[in-house]
């Protein structure tokens, strides 16, 4: 498990995801699944996004602008009002027309219906860029360091997780139509052991 994806489980521990999972009509061991894939997955994306400097540059800018972590702060407010922030924008930015495949690979993988896997990868999203928000701001990341500090979180989940990192990368890359339904299973039963 990478740092960011520990952090931000470490924060929905207990009421957090039983919140998630009543919102979204799941169990909460199914709630806790999807939040465990759908973070490096989005950490995954993000990282992609920042390899290319004016997409590191405006990742720095928006996580300067709106996301400084502060969401923590009062997460099972947010928790009762996710449609206060634009989890959906911040989605066509990580995933741009990839995103209902991902959220369709997610619901399968867990056994949720899409329209709920959207939903949750709507609420993980300000969470992601929360944490991510956090330590660009404890961590005085510029641009540059912000991607360099991505590439570190996919590394760790590359170095206990490679099936998963593969996965991921299918799941992102736009030039596949594969199913990736066997692998997403795979991993959510394994990522965690």
């Known amino acids: 498990m990478n740092a960011m994806t520990q952090v931000i489980t470490q924060q929905l521990a207990g009421g957090a995801v039983?919140?998630?999972?009543?919102?979204f009509g799941i169990s909460e061991s199914t709630a806790n699944t999807a939040v465990q894939i759908a973070v490096p997955l989005m950490l995954t994306a993000l990282a992609r996004n920042a390899s290319q400097p004016q997409g590191a540059e405006s990742l720095h800018q928006a996580i300067n602008n709106d996301h400084d972590g502060s969401i923590f702060d009062n997460l099972m407010g947010y928790l009762g009002n996710p449609q206060s922030t634009n989890g959906a924008g911040i989605?066509?930015?990580?995933?741009?027309?990839?995103?209902?495949?991902?959220?369709?690979?997610l619901a399968q993988a867990v056994?949720?219906?899409?329209?709920?896997?959207?939903g949750l990868l709507e609420t993980i999203a300000p969470l992601v860029m929360g944490a991510v928000g956090q330590a660009q701001q404890q961590n005085g990341l510029d641009s540059s360091g912000l991607t360099n500090f991505l590439n570190l979180q996919q590394q760790q989940t590359q170095a206990n997780a490679p099936e998963v990192m593969g996965m991921l990368g299918s799941m992102l890359d736009q030039n596949k139509d594969g199913s990736a339904m066997d692998d997403l299973q795979r991993m959510a039963a394994t990522f965690f052991k």
């Open 18 to 23: 039983r919140t998630i999972a009543q919102r």
């Open 91 to 105: 989605l066509g930015h990580v995933f741009g027309d990839q995103q209902p495949v991902v959220a369709g690979n």
């Open 111 to 118: 056994g949720m219906d899409q329209n709920s896997a959207s």
